[in-house]
């Protein structure tokens, strides 16, 4: 039941973010990150340490560390390759879209752990990494049976 109200909460911050989302394109939105030598993989993966951080520092009430894993979801790089590359031509348009109505949520999210961390109310900022963490896996839940997979991706 917590998932399907997380899925719900998701789905209405999309529609609410779509707003915002239709200002800046993907190509835009990969643009303004710095480009890495990484895999989009590769990049899933230092969301996940980002998260391992965060949680850490929860645990720890070590806002710094709270901080350091926030910083790292909020200024993380861009792929090498176009991240809509991972999926089918006729999936790619949603993917972008769904890619621009994500970041400045996530963006937001994770800030609102570090100021409640900063704040050292571990509760709040325990609630609002659940939040954050929910909205990672409603992502990961509509596009995981749609990745494909690429040889070569430069």
């Not at 790619?92 to 400045?104: C, G, H, N, R």
Request: aromatic residues 4%; contains cysteine.
């Amino acid at each position: 039941m917590k998932m399907k109200k997380n899925v719900a909460a998701v789905c209405f911050m999309l529609l609410a973010g779509n707003a915002l989302a239709a200002e800046k394109t993907a190509e835009q939105l990969v643009a303004g990150k710095k480009q890495a030598d990484i895999t989009y993989r590769q990049l899933m993966e230092i969301m996940g340490t980002a998260s391992a951080m965060i949680n850490e520092g929860l645990v720890r009430e070590n806002s710094q560390m709270v901080r350091d894993g926030v910083d790292l979801v909020i200024n993380h790089p861009a792929p090498n390759h176009k991240p809509w590359l991972i999926v089918a031509l006729k999936d790619q348009e949603e993917f972008k879209k769904t890619l621009v109505a994500y970041d400045p949520i996530l963006d937001s999210q994770a800030e609102q752990i570090a100021v409640e961390a900063e704040k050292r109310d571990w509760n709040a900022a325990n609630s609002a990494a659940s939040t954050l963490m929910g909205t990672c896996i409603a992502c990961h839940a509509s596009w995981k049976d749609k990745t494909i997979e690429i040889k070569k991706l430069r």
